[in-house]
């Protein structure tokens, strides 16, 4: 089977706190949908495991918000953006 390759995005606070703005993200077989690649990552520990624990956390997949269970594709641009909090 052939390893899909995305792009993810990390915005604002969870940006900062991962200290990066993205990556590329080779998925192994059987990451399909939206919440398994926010487990894979989530998966690394340390900083990361922030995904896992943010409550609200919305993403979008090729700039189209998205639900956990949507399929993700080779080549796809999947983003990860935190609860906004305001004052």
Not at 16 to 34: F, H, I, N, R, S
Not at 60 to 78: K, L
Request: proline share 6%; net charge negative.
């Amino acid at each position: 089977m052939t390893h899909k390759t995305i792009k993810v995005l990390y915005f604002a606070a969870l940006r900062e706190a991962l200290g990066t703005p993205g990556e590329t993200v080779e998925l192994p077989d059987g990451c399909t949908t939206l919440a398994n690649v926010r487990s894979l990552i989530a998966g690394r520990g340390g900083d990361w495991d922030k995904l896992a624990q943010m409550k609200n956390l919305r993403a979008a997949i090729n700039q189209r918000m998205a639900d956990p269970g949507a399929t993700v594709a080779d080549g796809d641009e999947v983003a990860f953006f935190p609860p906004v909090t305001g004052g």
